[in-house]
T-cell receptor, first 111, second 115 residues
Framework: GIQVEQSPPDLILQEGANSTLRCNFSDSVNNLQWFHQNPWGQLINLFYIPSGTKQNGRLSATTVATERYSLLYISSSQTTDSGVYFCAVRDPQGGSEKLVFGKGTKLTVNP | ETGVTQSPTHLIKTRGQQVTLRCSSQ?????VSWYQQALGQGPQFIFQYYREEENGRGNFPPRFSGLQFPNYSSELNVNALELDDSALYLC??????????????FGPGTRLTVT
C-alpha cells in the first residue's frame, strides 16, 4: 500500500518563528489532507489539498502531486500552534475512502 | 451544521470484555470510517461503512466489527478485549459520491483503556 513519511518528527520553535513541515508519499493520490491534533486528541482539518497551494491565515500548504510531496508552512508561530501535525492521503487501492496517515510532526512552540 | 460526535469520551474495560463505541456523522454525510490511534502513532484505518455495509477494511481481526444505521450513525464493537486495544478511537465522516472533494471530518474520539 501507499507509504506516507513526514519530517521532521519533532520541531521546537520560539514564538514568532516560521516553520515548514514536509510530507512525502509513495504513489499518486487524489486526496491529501493536513490535520492538527490538539492535546485532547481532536483532529482539526487544516487543508484539503490534493494539488496546488492554499492559504488560511498564518498557515499555507502546497502539494506537488507529480513529485509526490506536500509542505505545510506555519508563519509567526504561536503557543497555540503546539501539537501534532498529520498528513494523510487516500489509499488509491481499493474502493474505500481509507486515509493513510504519516507518523506526524510534533510541534512545540515556546513563549 | 452539526459536526461529528462520539460517545463515550473515555472508557475503562477489563481484558476479555466487549465494548461498543458510537459515532454520529456530520450532517449531510453518509459515509463513516473508524480509525485506531495508539499512543505516539498516526491513526490506523479499521473499516468504513457506506449504505449500511462495510466498504473497505484495514488490517484488523474479525473481533473488530461495526454497524451503520439508516441515519448514517455508526457503532464500533470490539470483542474479547486485549491490552493492545488500548487506544484513541476516531470516527470520521464524509459524503459519497462527492461533489467536490474526498475530505473527511473527524470526531473528538473515544479513549479506551483496557486493564
Amino acid at each position: 500500500g501507499i507509504q506516507v513519511e513526514q519530517s521532521p518528527p519533532d520541531l521546537i520553535l520560539q514564538e514568532g518563528a516560521n516553520s515548514t513541515l514536509r510530507c512525502n508519499f509513495s504513489d499518486s493520490v487524489n486526496n491529501l489532507q493536513w490535520f492538527h491534533q490538539n492535546p485532547w486528541g481532536q483532529l482539526i482539518n487544516l487543508f484539503y489539498i490534493p494539488s496546488g497551494t492554499k492559504q488560511n491565515g498564518r498557515l499555507s500548504a502546497t502539494t506537488v502531486a507529480t513529485e509526490r510531496y506536500s509542505l505545510l508552512y506555519i508563519s509567526s508561530s504561536q503557543t497555540t500552534d503546539s501539537g501534532v501535525y498529520f498528513c494523510a492521503v487516500r489509499d488509491p487501492q481499493g474502493g474505500s475512502e481509507k486515509l493513510v496517515f504519516g507518523k506526524g510532526t510534533k510541534l512545540t512552540v515556546n513563549p | 451544521e452539526t459536526g461529528v460526535t462520539q460517545s463515550p469520551t473515555h472508557l475503562i474495560k477489563t481484558r476479555g470484555q466487549q465494548v461498543t463505541l458510537r459515532c454520529s456523522s456530520q450532517s449531510g454525510h453518509n459515509t463513516v470510517s473508524w480509525y485506531q490511534q495508539a499512543l505516539g502513532q498516526g491513526p490506523q484505518f479499521i473499516f468504513q461503512y457506506y449504505r449500511e455495509e462495510e466498504n473497505g477494511r484495514g488490517n484488523f481481526p474479525p473481533r473488530f466489527s461495526g454497524l451503520q444505521f439508516p441515519n448514517y450513525s455508526s457503532e464500533l464493537n470490539v470483542n474479547a478485549l486485549e491490552l493492545d486495544d488500548s487506544a484513541l478511537y476516531l470516527c470520521a465522516s464524509s459524503q459519497y459520491p462527492r461533489n467536490s472533494s474526498y475530505e473527511q471530518y473527524f470526531g473528538p474520539g473515544t479513549r479506551l483503556t483496557v486493564t
